[in-house]
């Protein structure tokens, strides 16, 4: 059965909602969500999905980094589900590197992120976990948060002149 769902794109009121908090990992419904999450993600470059991306207003990320045409240079990890996820920050030192997201496709921007933080969220079987996470980890997790609160990464930019094309964007990777 075809569990990709279509991404929601910028402007869908979805990506600008503060998404709610998931009662029941566990629940059949949440199973559900979760293995449409991981198809429709595998079927892209991506290398997280917040729900809210797939429409569903729901406090779940992905986190699954690997090297792709999108970002050749990322580094290969696990895929990482998360319920009602939150963050500690544990070094104050931000830095700035290219984000894209599936939601708004064409463009890649220089974001601002922290470097170090600790994730604490809820896995598929309901219990509590914790990851310490950098650099490019750290930086899609954040990424993805922000979609559970109604951001995208265009807020987070300090300089319409750190927005480019997609194709721009390619050309500084070759």
């Known amino acids: 059965m075809n569990k990709i769902i279509e991404i929601a794109q910028l402007g ?19 199973v559900e969500i979760m293995d449409s999450m991981l198809q429709t993600l595998s079927e892209t470059n ?8 797939i429409s569903i207003s729901l406090r779940i990320v992905i986190i699954a980094s690997r090297p792709s045409k999108r970002y050749p240079l ?15 920050i544990l070094s104050e030192a931000r830095h700035k590197d290219w984000e894209g997201c599936l939601s708004i496709p064409g463009i890649r921007a220089l974001v601002p992120r922290y470097s170090k933080i600790k994730i604490a969220y809820t896995d ?17 997790f954040q990424h993805e948060y922000d979609h559970l609160n109604g951001l995208v990464y265009l807020d987070r930019v300090e300089d319409n002149r750190d ?12």
């Open 124 to 140: 598929r079987q309901g219990n509590t976990q914790e990851l310490v996470a950098d650099d490019f980890i750290a930086r899609i």
């Open 46 to 53: 991506g290398v997280g999905l917040a729900a809210p991306q």
């Open 12 to 30: 869908d009121p979805v990506l600008r909602q503060q998404a709610q908090k998931v009662e029941d990992v566990t629940a059949p419904k949440m």
């Open 163 to 174: 927005i480019i094309a997609e194709s721009e964007f390619q050309k500084l990777m070759a």
């Open 74 to 88: 990322a580094p290969e990890m696990e895929q990482v589900i998360m319920f009602n996820p939150e963050f500690d």
